[in-house]
């Protein structure tokens, strides 16, 4: 018994000890901004994972659909418990923001979900290149149609989302944000376990392996395509209104064709087909991603000494378009499987399987 429920207490434990060092305060707040950011990517890197690893498609626009997310939790989170210039008074009262914040989450993931139908529909006739064209032009029509919403910020963004942390801190004082994150991470890996794994998951992986096979056995591609990109869809915007609460603001820039660029290095670096990759990935390249922030500067200033760059440029503006698409060219080049391949932690340590095999 202790054996079938270790995974359940390890994580229960862990998250426990996080929100403890949190509330006491042995956590900075730049170390809590790090793990949240790792929670967020994990997410990313799952769900991208399950489109482009499990099924054998090629998206290529997954933060547009994070974008989608972030921006109906933040709008429908400040509409009903926080008063704002947008909105004008808050609908509700802000007591009960803790007891809605969750739905608020996933009315976003819903949204999202809903606008992975762009993407899932002409995914029934194109593959490969084509979808990938489909799914970037998705993500910058997403971006241009809120650039143009004036309402709600335009390309200046939107704010006041800070109102509904503090809301939830008030009615019991608790580092509420890293609570969610870690809830919706943990609820984010179940879910995609559980799908792979379920009998009707089995038809992803057939439409990887051949597509026309799989329909001549009798697989609904088309249904089975709908809901895989949906559920991708849905989870990512789940992330992004995460990212926006984390943040306290949002804006569309931040989710341009870098950010889906840094889901895809995710989930080629784990290994596409691997949740176990997935999640190691997202944690390597959080790390990764903030030990340049100490590190680009230090060049920055090296290069102004040795005249490589003119004084007047600063390199730690560009950094992220430059190492991230070359992390990316170097893994192609010499560990196109990634980290994992298509294994899981199971399948490199089989001891682990007997703690968490479904029954």
Known sequence: MLRRYSVHLILALSGGLIIYMADQEYLSLYVMSVLMFMGVNVILSTSLNLVNGYMGEFSCGHAGFMCVGAYVSSLL???????DKVFGAAVLNPEYALYAFPFIILAGGVAAALAG??????????????????????????????????PIGGSRGFMGMKRLV????????????PIWVFVFTVFSIWVIRRYVSSTFGKGVSAISQDEVAAEIMSVNT??????TFMLS?????????????????????????????EVLVMVYLGGMGSLSGSVLSAILFTLMLESFRFIIPVIND?????????PDYDISQVWRWVLIPLLLIILMQFRPEGIMGNRELGDVFPWLKKFYRFK
């Open 77 to 83: 989170g400040v509409w009903l418990f926080a008063k």
């Open 117 to 150: 139908v762009l993407v899932a529909v002409p995914s029934y006739k194109t593959r490969g290149d084509y979808l990938a064209i489909i799914t970037i032009a998705a993500n910058f029509i997403i971006i241009s149609a809120i650039e143009n919403i004036g």
């Open 166 to 177: 503090n809301s939830m801190e008030d009615i019991i004082e608790l580092p509420w944000m």
């Open 222 to 227: 088309n249904k089975i395509k709908t809901i």
């Open 233 to 261: 869809s849905g989870l990512a915007g789940i992330a992004g209104g995460l990212f926006a609460y984390i943040l306290g603001y949002v804006n569309p820039g931040s989710f341009n064709i870098m950010k889906s660029t």
């Open 302 to 310: 090296l290069a102004h000494q040795i005249h490589i760059i003119s």
